[in-house]
Structure formats: structure tokens, C-alpha cells
């Protein structure tokens, strides 16, 4: 199981590549008591990013108590997961030092 952590809303979320079986098979899952956002690392790759996508949602949606429904989490799932797909260098090509200041270019 390999792990990682992504801050979100200020929280630190501890982000987990686990087994289908520990997941009964779901494409991920969001535990915001435990701030872990767990993967199914058998899912195909493009599967895996998109549900990191979402399970960030679920979080942002927490945390910011945004009250989104499901449908619309999964239908923001789907546009950021395009976007960041179709567009790979959409945050490296800009001219905002922001970010590098910060070294969150990774
Ligand atoms: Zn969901």
C-alpha cells in the first residue's frame, strides 16, 4: 500500500492506494474523521485520478459545508478530471509566482 498525504481545506489528508477487497470494490472512499482518502489500487490509472478527483470534492464539500449533492459532486468529478487531463500543463505555464514562491509546482 503506498501513501502520501494532500492538504485540503487546511486539513491534512493521508492518501491511500489500498486493495479492491478493502474497499468492497469501490472506486474510493473519504473518511473525514480520519482525514484518509482511500483508492482502489486495482482500478485503471485514468479511474484512480479521476476518484482523487472526487474524493477531494467530498472533502471540500465537508469541510466548507458546501452541500453539494452527490450528482453534482460526480458531475465536478468528471469537468476537473477533463480539464487536468486535457490540459496536463495548465498550472505550470503561468506566469503567477504564487505558486513557485510556495514550491507547490510538483
Ligand atoms: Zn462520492
Do not use: W
Request: charged share 25%.
Amino acid at each position: 500500500m503506498s501513501e502520501r498525504t494532500i492538504k485540503i481545506g487546511g486539513f491534512q489528508y493521508r492518501l491511500r492506494f489500498v486493495s479492491s477487497h478493502s474497499l468492497d470494490g469501490k472506486f474510493g472512499q473519504c473518511n473525514f474523521y480520519s482525514t484518509t482518502i482511500d483508492v482502489n489500487a486495482q482500478a485503471d490509472p485514468e479511474q484512480q485520478r479521476a476518484t482523487i478527483v472526487h474524493e477531494v470534492i467530498e472533502a471540500l464539500n465537508y469541510h466548507f459545508e458546501l452541500n453539494l449533492k452527490h450528482r453534482q459532486i460526480q458531475s465536478l468529478e468528471h469537468g476537473i478530471h477533463q480539464v487536468l487531463t486535457d490540459n496536463p500543463d495548465l498550472l505550470e505555464h503561468t506566469n503567477c509566482e504564487l505558486y513557485t514562491a510556495r514550491g507547490r509546482r510538483q
